[in-house]
């Protein structure tokens, strides 16, 4: 059954940045769910707030992933809605929720994604975060060679950032309607992005992820990239130019090695040399700004409201399965 999904309203706070607030504000907070709040992770320059869930039964060596939110969300309200944690619960896998504020962000409550010192490997919120995963590891001797990060909108953005910066902490990332990495470097240069108008080719694009991380040489993370195609917000012109900067980054041409229908969304993989995907992207038909959700599904995945989408496919399985954690 598919229902719910972005709501639609003017953009009044922030232009056109990311997921559009409602008029009334009276958005009720998403139901208890069990998150931890951890106080103390490091310095924390980015000011920023750690919740994690760890199901019982999960052992030593688990994977992590790190979910991040959109504007006008919470940890809580994502990790109710979106099919993270029952998903979590069934395999025993540990996920780690960065929160920001509107204390560091009054507009919206969103990752500071535009202003360059928040997106530079030694930047206010990617280090607190890469503090926040060093903390996990450590605390609860979880995999580090399996940690992944994805999020949608706002969070899509950080997992570029993360993905860019910090390549050699990530298996693999997923970005949920969001734009390039390093896209904006201003809050003026964000409505150019969302409409997908920076005039980069995928050289371009791509050199703005290698300056993340000069002479890195390391295994870079594989990437997928989910966008509605009826997204009015970030256009959907932006899932292709993801996808542009991060084959150029991953040394895969743009033409895709396999083309399928996914429950009548657009799949496309672009494989390495030796026939391994390292870029899925995902085109949800008739979604807008939303995360996909599947609450009537068997078994159930998340719950539909404003930015989450009943479009019968739950993105946090095939998200898991990109990252190679649930079969």
């Not at 999960?58 to 994502?78: D, E, I, K, M, S």
């Not at 895969?252 to 992207?281: C, K, M, N, Y």
């Amino acid at each position: 059954m598919r229902s719910g999904g972005t709501r639609r309203t003017p953009w009044i706070l922030l232009g056109l940045l990311l997921a559009a607030a409602p008029l009334s504000a009276s958005e009720p907070e998403a139901a208890p769910n069990p998150l931890l709040e951890v106080e103390s992770f490091g310095s924390n320059p980015g000011r920023l707030e750690m919740y994690v869930h760890l199901p019982p039964g999960t052992v030593a060596g688990a994977p992590l992933v790190v979910v991040a939110h959109g504007c006008f969300q919470t940890a809580r309200q994502v990790a109710a809605s979106s099919g993270w944690v029952e998903l979590a619960d069934r395999h025993r896998f540990a996920l780690l929720f960065p929160q920001t504020s509107k204390e560091n962000e009054p507009m919206g409550g969103c990752f500071r994604t535009w202003q360059p010192q928040q997106t530079r490997r030694e930047g206010g919120e990617p280090v607190s975060i890469r503090q926040m995963i060093e903390w996990m590891l450590e605390t609860y001797r979880l995999d580090a060679r399996r940690v992944f990060v994805t999020g949608m909108s706002s969070g899509g953005l950080v997992t570029n950032v993360l993905l860019a910066t910090y390549p050699e902490l990530f298996a693999a990332g997923a970005s949920l309607s969001g734009y390039p990495y390093d896209c904006a470097d201003s809050f003026e240069t964000v409505k150019s992005c969302c409409a997908g108008e920076r005039p980069l080719d995928s050289e371009a694009w791509a050199k703005l992820v290698l300056d993340a991380r000069p002479g890195y040489a390391g295994p870079r993370p594989r990437v997928a990239i989910w966008h509605g195609d009826a997204d009015t917000l970030l256009l959907p012109v932006n899932l292709r130019l993801q996808m542009e900067q991060w084959t150029r980054v991953l040394g895969v041409d743009q033409v895709p090695d396999e083309v399928d229908s996914i429950g009548g969304h657009l799949r496309e993989r672009f494989s390495d040399a030796s026939g391994e995907p390292v870029v899925e992207t995902f085109l949800i038909h008739g979604m807008g700004h939303a995360l996909a959700v599947d609450p009537d599904g068997t078994p159930a995945c998340g719950a539909t409201g404003d930015y989450f989408s009943d479009v019968d496919l739950c993105a946090a399985l095939w998200i898991a399965r990109w990252f190679g954690i649930v079969r």
